[in-house]
């Protein structure tokens, strides 16, 4: 009988199993870091490429708030000349005001109807007077109210009889109001009112 021993090509297959072991968690280490270091790259790159659009953004902006700091600039100065503008247009208006003021009174006043003094106070002009009737005063009033380019918002402030005066046959009235100044639109503003209207409908419309 022929006796074999085994032991050493077993324990030969076991060493042979035991290194094929350690080399494959070596390559699936060596794997697993190759793949950890791929992706870290991809991320570097996208990081990298992500702060370069940001940085490209901040620029962006900057110049951004530049310009609107510039834009802001020039409405202050274009907001600016135009009240130096209507300022100088309203010193001259106001110059022919008390003329205008004038002759409305004098185009507006009815018949029957006398003034004694007129006080003007900024856009407010007090009226003092003597009329025949009650009914003389409110076609004053009426006038100025509807008649009149130059005068709006008028107040009767009193109406009494008037104190009679020797040979003073008929009965007067003094009565005292207030009227508001106020400037007529000028004919350039009141005919581009309505082309802006349809400049506007047009828009709408296309």
Known sequence: MILINLLPHREEKRKRRRTAYFAGLGVAAVAGLLAVGVWFAVLESMKASQEE??????????????????????????????????????????????????????????EGVYLT??????????????????????????????????????????????VAAQGRSSRLFDFSMRVSIKRPQAPADAASAPAAKTAAAGAKAS
Do not use: M
């Open 117 to 162: 003094s007129i006080k003007q106070a900024g856009q407010v002009v007090t009226v003092i007077g003597v009329a025949q009737t009650n009914e003389r005063v409110s076609e004053f009033l009426r006038n100025t109210l509807y008649s009149s380019p130059w005068l709006e918002r008028p107040e009767l402030i009193e109406i009494k009889a008037a």
């Open 53 to 110: 659009r940001n940085a490209y953004l901040g620029s962006e902006i900057k110049k951004l708030e530049t310009q609107i700091k510039d834009i802001a600039n020039l409405r202050a100065e274009i907001d600016a000349l135009k009240a130096r503008q209507k300022a100088v247009e309203d010193l001259q208006a106001d110059r022919n005001v008390p003329v205008h003021l004038l002759n409305e009174l004098v185009k507006q006043t009815p």
